[in-house]
């Protein structure tokens, strides 16, 4: 039964990987798309994926009894792998394997969509519009040449023709015109007919000149038409003439008389169709032939060349030609040239150079070096503009002949915008759009690729890592698209590395140019370090290897265990800071902004934080890191040092190397004697150890940073390292002389200050002996007093000026009368200072060995002068006087130290016991030993945290165990060596420390933080200590790759990465085993690479698992995403486009839910949790049903945007795509998926169609349809409904029939087999309706992002507006400009202020119609921050999903997307339904607050309102034939169910709406077209009869991470106007007291601001408006002080806690509704005291 999946060959597949760790050694391929063989040292079995199973072994064996049953399995295999399958791709797969398949789609070169792009964008050159781009000059190879008179360039520019023949456009002659015709290449015109169709009265009544122009535009491209000859001059009169024909008079007339006009359409090259007119707007057009050029005699004289070896004709481009080869001579100054008897003129167009990895653009290229380039590139010569060349991949050159079709865009020269020129060499002159360049290059790809799994493969992991809402640009986003191409069978690693370090992904997450609070004054940006984590990587619940998720220890209400808190998130978003755009270059599309949108981004140091960052493991970055301080101190001369080509000039230190030193010459690179110019490059690894020479010997790796040789400066590149926070300090003192108020604490393992050593005893004079002229020697003879030395009598140790100078002080202690403390056994004093830098700055113990080698020691006061000459701009210099680093503990145990602000940059650690009370200590670092034995492997991987360079010893203890041990030897003889704290370990090849580092504070201990900084970088009395500014970049990045690896080898990454990419290829909700193999082959790459985060495995084991292979579960497959199902379609069916050229959709987002570069958020098209509102398994129902548990939901991301009007959306454009084609003409039709191209063009304005014939017989037909577009899936019912369709159609017509009957099945939609279960029982009649008299509705507005409605409301005239300007600076509103309004009920404050933006909104509350409900969000009970870790909270951690569904569901601790707890709208409904007919509606989408356990949503459309299907009338009995099956699987059931619902309601809410008034004018808020739809369904509830109505309507953009100044204000005037209309449209309608709207959103926002904007927070504030609402006053208390730090804020953030539950308003507004029990709704509410936390009906409502 599974012999065919069974016995598959069985094969070693190889992948294309791009990994550093793998392939990359000794490739020249870093986009890792030419493949990178791999070897394992096993086979990769099929048994792996595909297990004997006989659980789900009732495959149906029909497929294999069929001689279609194989071939339809590798159908339904191309489904998942590809855009689908075609008739060609099935007859490949026949001769192969899957995993064939597989590995040889992996092994084709990658298309990239930047190089597909730049090859095709060649426009019309203008050195205005394109500054900084050249063009190809007339004698370059490549250049271009037309021979056709008038070109696109000339369409709607001004026509003479004289009546000497010469024609001119503008003020250019063109051309002759040849009196014969034949010299301009034209046949003369001939006659032509109007012939009717036979037996057709109605066109023999009319005639062709009155046929209606929209017949015209489909007839006459028809083949019909041309083949019979129908209406020849009519259509060509039209534009639309038959091929080979010129009905025209020719030029004859227009040169005999003159004419004078415009130039409408051009279609092509000479001989083809162009429009003139005598209208500037071309309202009545003449077409004539193209003619080519031709000048008579010898004017224009032409440059003759050979047509043959000189010229490249187009196959793309109609009478053009391109120069082969470059000449000289005088082609290069001519605008003409002749090639045989054909004119040809000069076409300037703008060129882009090729920039790549291996064609490297050396002049005006890219100056800076990243991972993804560095070996590309060259070193330039002295004087050029940048030191190096390097290259960007797919920076391919524009290639001629492929000609302009793609949207380029340029800028002018101080010009604001951008602007593209829409001279394309297409039909799409008139209607592409400038960003549509890149969604055409997608659509190519998808339609036409040849490497389909990467394609595919791309397109799925561009929908887990978001970038969305694509603007106008296109070659930045097809450049991040790219990451996916370039790296889909390599390593996740790599992608996760791309993307974060993308500038187009700093720009969308709002990281780029994010800073640490030290530098900006404001806490990072934390948008990406949340999204990184929920998104993509870890998600936000941990999970079990099979995708379970992992449930805390209540027994009662069990939830799934976080992966993260927020304040992981905050400390992750100081990873994120410093990130900054690469310099800005040329040869390359420009955007508005002048930045670099295409390079990765680099990190500025400076921007970076340097506080220690805990990790989620209970640890900190860093772990697992060596120390700094370890680096050996010859380390820049051992194998592997890596330094790095600076150029020929640095600002700064650098250390000379010697010529004859072996460094140099390894650096040099030149072949020749010393002296010799070097060769330089780029990167320099030494590939052996050097040894030192002269001053080299003398340096320590820890200081180097920059080395001169020869005329060149290279970086040395340091190791990835790290330093210990907290330290032991020593003190350094500044000269000359030591000021102790000029001390500094500093670590004395760094290298950051210099050596000064002195020895002996001085004998400086006094003044006195000075003027005497005696030494101290000699005084004590020559100054006497009575027979005795003054010196020794009465000065040395008794004056007290001499003391505290200590005069004399050897010769004093020599005659025993010496100082108190002094011991000059040294002699006389000596000095020594080391100078020249880097040698100046040594870490502590250098600078003591140093002296100790001079025989000296530290001196404790610097002598009198600075002996390096550099005074002020010297260095500290290290003194013997310890000093400790004081550390703050705050009152929640975090700590921070080395900052000015203490709070706002503090950290938790892990304190040994408790932590001491809040304040100041002294630190006390000790190292300790951990291990007295040698420990297990999992015990030294949780104790040891400090990574060891390899030990020179051998090892000493269990050498052939897991774990070695490196002990030093014994100093006594005889004594082994004994495990100490000097012992390494080795475990997996990595070496650690046996010691940790334990600060000890007050009476508390904690583990040293590590981090990449060193502390001085944070502190601004320290700058001049910190290391180089190119030194600290590379700091920061260390630390950001450690978290990406923490990120990547967390163990929720691969069941996480692996669950959302089998969602994407073939099941929404796969199985345990399914989820635990994939997650396997991510781990182990087993076949492939063999390493962690092989994506080629990952893959590979998606779609070869027998779920896959298989899918015959009730819960296997999926509802296929729509912009799949219409490539599908396309491919299958052998969509072509009519003249070749790019296939061109227009943006479809809007249309049917999916479009490539549009997702409307990052959270992709839909959500990956988004649950169908069914239970998992719909058996047959018992005569008796047990009690079950609650079926477990199922995920189904495709259903969220399965809604009528994107699913009717698509079906439309599918059904006109099989009757029409693509249809773009203009004009033709709101179906149309392609541009709208102008119909007067003289050519087909069709855009391609489906070009797929039938053969055989009409069985052969259906079950190829049903192969190729279902995978053989077709039920037998569907398939005689299909058949029935072919066969009732007329003649000509029966395969559209077919594919239209077949795009309604179930099977089209989805993946998995359907499981007939017989026709679906008719339902019940509804009740009849009564009319209601008392009509109410609820418009629910949510504000989805996070609206900052601290923004919204704010206190005003107290010390509160104080508390809000100082937390909120930076984004602070003026408490002038706000709109004043009086709270009388609010306790704290009586007056307050409304956003200057809703003045509306101002006008209700004073008018008593509106009212704000403050200090409001999602709760579970109440909560403060003292009862944070005790109570029960909501999932998610403030992300979006889980937030939203809390705010609509009233159910915050439910971890599911909605579908077990329901809408609390639904809900309402459900329970009002009993006494009241009522509707739930949503104007935005799915919705989940609309949708009850009974009531159902009714969805409809923004702009169209109930979208119907257009051909329902033709097709109704097919469609209920279709969906009047029940199927054993959800995702087929649920399509059906939803597919009749959609057809059936959208016309009947069609025909009310229909007949509602059109209502007020929206504009183009997206908003007011929603509450425009709104108001008209409210204006039929008097034919719907309707008692209740709930809507929801949502405005979008609240995410405000950047722009709040901006974004904030515009949101808040279009919910202001929106309202206006809103309002007063109920108020005509009468029915405003019947009607209230109250807003919701996510959460709120931080208070403070991360220098742009806010982060995710928690309560905010909202309003209700009705004509019943007690308005005039603000409801709940407003918060006591908005300060951080109190009982109501979760940190420093100012994350504000509600006091108040969501609850709070909507209970009152539910029991307005009706709601007697609003307990039944409101699961929570039993958790709050109603008289102290909801607001009373009658308080709310009069």
Not at 371 to 388: D, I, Q, Y
Not at 876 to 905: F, L, M, R, Y
């Amino acid at each position: 039964m599974l012999s065919w999946l069974l016995f598959l060959p069985i094969v070693a597949p190889t992948a294309s990987l791009h990994d550093p760790a793998g392939c990359q050694a000794g490739s020249d391929d870093p986009a890792g798309l030419a493949g990178c063989p791999h070897t394992t040292g096993g086979k990769m079995m099929l048994q792996t994926h595909v297990a004997r199973d006989r659980d789900r072994a009732s495959f149906s064996e029909s497929a294999n009894e069929t001689a279609q049953g194989q071939r339809a399995l590798n159908a339904r295999f191309l489904m998942q792998a590809s855009f689908g399958p075609t008739r060609k791709s099935l007859e490949s797969l026949s001769n192969s394997s899957l995993q064939s398949w597989i590995a040889e789609q992996m092994q084709l070169p990658g298309t990239l969509h930047r190089e597909y792009y730049r090859a095709r964008s060649n426009p019309p050159y203008d050195a205005v519009t394109q500054p900084g781009f050249g063009s190809l000059q007339p004698c370059d190879a490549g250049s271009r040449w037309h021979s056709s008179a008038l070109t696109f360039q000339a369409v709607g520019k001004a026509l003479r023709i004289e009546k000497d023949g010469k024609l001119y456009i503008d003020s250019d002659l063109v051309t002759h015109i040849d009196p014969e015709s034949s010299r301009n290449g034209l046949s003369v015109p001939s006659a032509c007919t109007d012939k009717v169709l036979p037996n057709n009265r109605w066109m023999q009544k009319r005639g062709c000149p009155r046929m209606p122009r929209w017949h015209l535009q489909r007839l006459c491209i028809s083949k019909q038409w041309r083949d019979s000859g129908i209406c020849k001059q009519t259509c060509y009169d039209f534009g639309l003439g038959h091929p080979g024909d010129d009905c025209s008079k020719g030029w004859s007339p227009y040169v005999a008389q003159g004419f004078t006009g415009f130039v409408c359409s051009v279609s092509g090259g000479a001989g083809t169709t162009v429009g003139i007119s005598t209208s500037k707007k071309c309202k009545t057009v003449s077409y004539l032939p193209n003619p080519a050029i031709w000048f008579s005699g010898t004017f224009g004289a032409s440059i003759p060349v050979s047509q043959l070896t000189d010229l490249d004709m187009s196959e793309v481009l109609p009478d053009v030609a391109f120069l082969k080869k470059s000449s000289r001579g005088a082609l290069c100054n001519s605008t003409y040239m002749k090639a045989g008897d054909r004119h040809y003129k000069y076409d300037p167009r703008m060129k882009l150079d090729a920039n790549t990895l291996s064609s490297v653009r050396l002049q005006g290229g890219m100056c800076a070096r990243n991972f993804l380039n560095e070996r590309s590139c060259k070193v330039l010569p002295p004087g050029s503009p940048c030191a190096l060349a390097c290259g960007s991949i797919g920076e391919v050159a524009s290639e001629p002949k492929q000609g302009y079709q793609l949207p380029f865009s340029t800028k002018a020269q101080k010009a604001r915008r951008v602007t593209h020129s829409k001279l394309f060499d297409n039909r799409n002159a008139v209607k592409m759009g400038a960003g549509l360049g890149k969604t055409t290059v997608w659509t190519m790809n998808a339609l036409y690729g040849q490497d389909q799994l990467r394609q595919r493969m791309a397109w799925a992991l561009s929908q887990i890592l978001v970038v969305g809402g694509g603007d106008n640009s296109n070659e930045i986003w097809m450049n991040y698209y790219d990451i996916f191409l370039r790296n889909a069978f390599g390593n996740f690693r790599n992608i996760l590395r791309e993307v974060t370090y993308s500038p187009l992904m700093g720009q969308y997450l709002t990281y780029i140019w994010s800073r640490s609070f030290d530098t900006s004054g404001s806490f990072p940006d934390e948008n990406y370090a949340r999204e990184i984590m929920q998104l993509f990587t870890i998600g936000v619940d941990k999970l079990h290897p099979n995708g379970s998720c992992m449930l805390d220890g209540d027994s009662t209400e069990r939830n799934c265990l976080s992966t993260y808190t927020n304040t992981d998130i905050m400390n992750f978003a100081r990873v994120f800071t410093g990130f900054i755009n690469s310099p800005s270059r040329g040869n390359l599309e420009m955007r508005t902004s002048n930045l670099n949108w295409i390079d990765p981004m680099q990190m500025k140091g400076m921007y970076h934080d340097v506080f220690p960052k805990p990790n989620l493991d209970g640890g900190f970055l860093g772990d697992g890191y060596p120390l700094c301080e370890d680096l050996q101190g010859n380390a820049f001369l051992a194998a592997g040092a890596r330094y790095e080509f600076l150029g020929y000039s640095h600002n700064g230190d650098a250390f000379s190397v010697p010529a004859a030193s072996q460094l140099y010459g390894a650096l040099c690179g030149a072949t020749t004697s010393t002296g010799a110019q070097c060769a330089f490059q780029a990167t320099v690894l030494l590939s052996a150890g050097v040894t030192c020479k002269d001053q080299e010997c003398g340096l320590d790796a820890k200081a180097l940073d920059v080395v001169k040789v020869g005329s060149g400066f290279y970086q040395y590149v340091a190791p990835p390292c790290v330093h210990l926070f907290l330290y032991n300090g020593q003190k350094a003192g500044v000269g000359p002389g030591y000021n102790p108020r000029q001390d500094v604490c500093l670590d004395p393992g760094l290298a950051s200050a210099g050596t000064f050593c002195c020895a002996g005893c001085t004998d400086v004079q006094s003044d006195y002996l000075k003027k005497k002229k005696w030494t101290c020697a000699e005084s004590v003879s020559k100054w006497t007093s009575r027979g005795k030395s003054v010196l020794v009598t009465r000065l040395c140790n008794k004056n007290k000026w001499f003391i505290r100078q200590k005069f004399c002080q050897h010769t004093c202690w020599k005659n025993k009368v010496g100082y108190a403390g002094d011991e000059c056994t040294q002699g006389t004093y000596k000095e020594k200072q080391v100078c020249g830098l880097p040698e100046q700055r040594v870490n502590y113990q250098g600078a003591v060995k140093f002296c100790q080698r001079q025989g000296m020691e530290l001196c404790p006061k610097r002598g009198r002068r600075d002996m390096c000459g550099t005074k002020s701009s010297s260095p500290h210099i290290w003194k013997s006087e310890a000093c400790q680093v004081p550390v703050t503990v705050n009152s929640d145990g975090t700590i921070s130290a080395h900052t000015e602000s203490p709070v706002k940059n503090s950290f938790a650690v892990k304190w040994a016991s408790s932590a001491p009370s809040a304040g100041v200590y002294a630190a006390r670092v000790q190292l300790r030993k951990v291990f007295t034995h040698v420990p297990s492997a999992e015990s030294l991987l949780v104790k040891l945290k400090i990574a060891s360079t390899q030990p020179v010893s051998s090892c000493t203890h269990d050498c052939n165990g897991p774990v070695k041990g490196y002990a030093l030897a014994s100093i006594q003889e005889g004594y082994a060596p004994t495990i100490d704290e000097n012992t390494i370990f080795e475990f997996n090849g990595k070496f650690w420390k046996n010691v940790e580092s334990i600060v000890q504070v007050g009476n508390g201990e904690f583990r040293n933080p590590p981090v990449f900084m060193p502390p001085i970088a944070a502190q601004k009395q320290l700058l001049r200590f910190r290391p180089a500014e190119r030194v600290l970049d590379r700091m920061a990045i260390y630390e950001v790759e450690s978290l990406l690896d923490h990120l990547f080898h967390q163990p929720n990454t691969p069941v996480f990465v692996a669950k959302k990419l089998i969602q994407r290829f073939t099941s929404s909700d796969p199985s345990p085993r399914y989820v635990e193999a994939v997650v396997e082959a991510f781990k182990t790459g087993r076949g492939f690479s063999g390493m962690y985060g092989d994506l080629a495995a990952t893959v590979s084991a998606i779609l070869l698992h027998q779920d896959a292979r298989l899918q015959n579960a009730a819960t296997d497959g999926l509802l296929r995403g729509p912009i799949l199902k219409l490539m599908h379609l396309m491919r299958a069916m052998e969509f072509q486009d009519s003249l070749g050229q790019e296939t061109v959709l227009k943006h479809l987002q809007d249309e049917i839910g999916q479009f490539p570069y549009a997702s409307p958020s990052v959270f992709n098209f839909f959500e990956a949790d988004y649950e169908l509102p069914m239970p998992k398994s719909k058996g047959k129902p018992e005569p008796e049903p047990e009690p079950e548990p609650e079926p477990e939901p199922v995920l189904a991301p495709e259903f969220q945007i399965f809604t009528p009007p994107l699913a009717i959306g698509l079906l439309n454009r599918m059904e006109a795509l099989v009757e029409h084609g693509i249809q773009a003409c203009q004009g033709a039709g709101t179906d149309s998926l392609g541009v709208g191209i102008p119909w007067r063009v003289g050519q087909p304005c069709q855009g391609g169609s489906l070009t797929f014939t039938a053969q055989g017989s009409a069985d052969d037909v259906v079950s190829e349809l049903d192969t190729l577009l279902t995978g053989g899936r077709l039920t037998d019912a569907n398939k005689a409904t299909v058949l029935t369709a072919y066969n009732s159609a007329p003649a000509g017509q029966q395969l559209k029939a077919a594919q239209q009957a077949i795009l309604f099945t179930t099977e089209f939609h989805t993946l998995g087999l359907p499981d007939p279960q017989g026709a679906r029982p008719p339902e019940p009649p509804a009740p009849a309706k009564k009319p209601e008299a008392d009509y109410k509705a609820v418009v629910l507005l949510f504000l989805a992002g996070g609206a900052d409605t601290f923004q919204m409301l704010i206190p005003v005239g107290n010390s509160l507006y104080q508390e809000y300007t100082k937390t909120r600076r930076g984004i602070e509103m003026k408490e002038e400009d706000l709109l004043p309004i009086k709270a009388a009920s609010q306790p704290a404050c009586k007056t307050f202020g409304v956003h200057p933006k809703m003045p509306f909104l101002h006008s209700l509350y004073n008018s008593g119609e509106a009212a704000f409900v403050t200090n409001i969000g999602a709760l579970v009970e109440p909560t403060t921050r003292s009862t944070l870790s005790t109570v029960k909270r909501c999932s998610g951690a403030f992300s979006h999903a889980h937030a939203q569904n809390a705010a609509q569901t009233m159910k915050c601790q439910d971890h599911g997307g909605g579908a077990s707890s329901r809408g609390l709208g639904g809900r309402i409904a459900d329970v009002l339904s009993k006494s009241h007919t009522t509707a739930s509606f949503s104007v935005a989408g799915t919705s989940v607050w609309s949708e009850g356990f009974d009531t159902s949503t009714e969805i409809i459309d923004l702009r169209r309102g109930s979208l119907r299907f257009k051909e329902y009338g033709k097709w109704a009995d097919t469609i209920g034939n279709i969906t009047g099956q029940v199927h054993g699987n959800v995702f087929c059931e649920e399509y059906a169910q939803l597919f009749a619902k959609a057809i059936n309601s959208s016309e009947t809410l069609g025909e009310l709406l229909d007949k509602a008034p059109k209502g007020f004018e929206p504009g183009a808020s997206v908003l007011s077209k929603q509450l425009k739809q709104v108001a008209r369904l409210i204006s039929t509830r008097g034919n719907r009869r309707a008692g209740r109505d709930f809507f929801f309507v949502q405005l979008g953009g609240f995410d405000t991470h950047s722009n709040i100044k901006t974004i904030l204000p515009q949101k808040f005037e279009e919910i202001d106007n929106s309202l206006k209309s809103f309002v007063e449209e109920m108020r005509n309608q009468g029915v405003w007291k019947s009607v209230v709207l109250v807003t919701e959103s996510d959460f709120g926002r931080t208070l403070t601001s991360n220098g742009a904007g806010t982060d995710h927070g928690w309560g905010g504030q909202h309003f209700v408006i009705g004509g019943s609402i007690n308005g005039g006053d603000v409801y709940n208390d407003f918060p006591e002080t908005l300060a951080p730090g109190g009982e109501y804020f979760t940190g420093e953030r100012a994350r504000v806690i509600p006091k108040y539950p969501w609850e709070s308003m909507l209970v009152p507004i539910a029991e307005w509704m009706g709601i007697q029990q609003p307990e039944s709704v409101f699961p929570n509410l039993g958790n709050f005291n109603r008289s102290q936390f909801i607001i009373e009906t009658k308080t709310l409502f009069k």
